[in-house]
């Protein structure tokens, strides 16, 4: 849920901008991002396509508010209730849990991935974004800037506490590390090779962190 | 180089089937999958379009088999010379070499992986069609079965390999474990978020058989 703000004429209406959010999301899952316009968003939401104008630059800027705020939702509800502060609600602030145990941490995390990405409300227009950054460089770029990026930054920041603490090999570079963790999910989830469950992301977590090789 | 075949009027000549292969792929990349038609296609080869109807029963059918001559021609540049087995031009059915040194095997395997992502020849078709089967589920799951299974049982099969020789943890499934290793380079060309090198394929490897855990 959105947290309740004060009415302010300056500001968009929460009613207004979720019902924005909601028809961008399933207009790109529906017909795929060119093919989304920001007079279709303004029909399906019931609203003039001048208040999308009004309050954002592009297509884009739209659709990426529309994401941070989906994956606020889906953060948030194990969010504490009330927050009102916008940026905690970026779906990644809340950070990575760092109970010491390195791969029971991790694991939490992964099998959260797991079930967001097979949530049916976020998995066609999640599908539809990724694809077309795959072919468009810059619409691709800005998304792992604004959406991506945030989210790597909380592993390499758990990644760095486990080093400190002696859980991860000192000359391992976090933010490589994380590919590990993370790429095997994003694989399966985008090529549909094998299912994505949470057995698999503790399989992940275990064999990163063991090794594939024999200990000794 | 395709092999050269004896004339043969119940057989597609090979001119004509590589000017139609390298139609569909410059086509698919400039105007991603959806907007590439067999008339198009067709054009571009300098064929009439009843000659691609009648060898091929869809425009992904065209498409797949003009990946898979691309891979072919990419893994066939360390082929022997003369090989006319259509078979073994198949991308993978080279295999990863066994040198009894599992890092070293798989460094090769990964940097030549790297090397085939980043040429700018298969770039452009490869995000198109990567892109619509990520949109597109029966797209995907054809193209991973056809192009993608056959490269990944290579590593099953390499990793069994070294199960046998001890260079691989006993309770490790060879399936999921190469997963560990290629999909950190998918992610990283797919979404485009760090460079993709050498030097990365390097340390995926590393990482993956010596695990993040500090080692006793």
């Known amino acids: 849920m959105a947290p309740r ?11 207004s901008r979720r019902a924005i959010y909601d028809a961008a999301l399933a207009l790109v899952g529906e017909n795929g991002y060119r093919r989304t316009t920001i007079e279709g968003i303004a029909a399906r939401a019931g609203v003039g396509k001048q208040t999308i104008y009004r309050w954002w630059p592009s ?24 927050d009102e502060d916008a940026d905690s609600r ?21 099998r959260a991935t797991v079930d ?12 539809a974004l990724t694809a077309e950054g795959i072919v468009d460089a810059a619409l691709g770029a800005e998304f792992v800037e604004k959406l991506l990026d ?16 002696g859980h991860l090999r000192a000359d391992a570079d976090p933010r490589t590390a994380l590919e590990l963790l993370i790429a095997p999910l994003t694989h399966r989830w985008l090529l549909r090779t094998l299912p994505l469950t949470h057995a698999y992301a503790d399989t992940i977590v275990d064999y990163a962190l063991g090794g594939l090789a024999p200990r000794p």
Chains 1, 2 share one sequence.
Do not use: C, H, W
Not at 116 to 127: C, G, S
Not at 150 to 165: D, G
């Open 5 to 15: 703000k004060a009415p302010d004429a300056g500001r968009r209406s929460d009613r």
């Open 90 to 110: 970026n779906g990644g602030e809340y950070g990575i849990p760092d109970t010491g145990d390195l791969a029971a941490d991790l694991k939490l995390v992964l």
């Open 150 to 165: 945030p989210q790597l930054a909380l592993y390499v920041t758990r990644l760095r506490a486990a080093q400190e603490a």
């Open 116 to 127: 967001e990405l097979n949530d049916p409300l976020m998995e066609a227009p999640t599908r």
């Open 59 to 82: 297509k884009a800027a739209v659709l990426m508010e529309a994401f941070l705020d989906m994956a606020a939702r889906a953060a948030g509800q194990t969010a504490p209730e009330g």
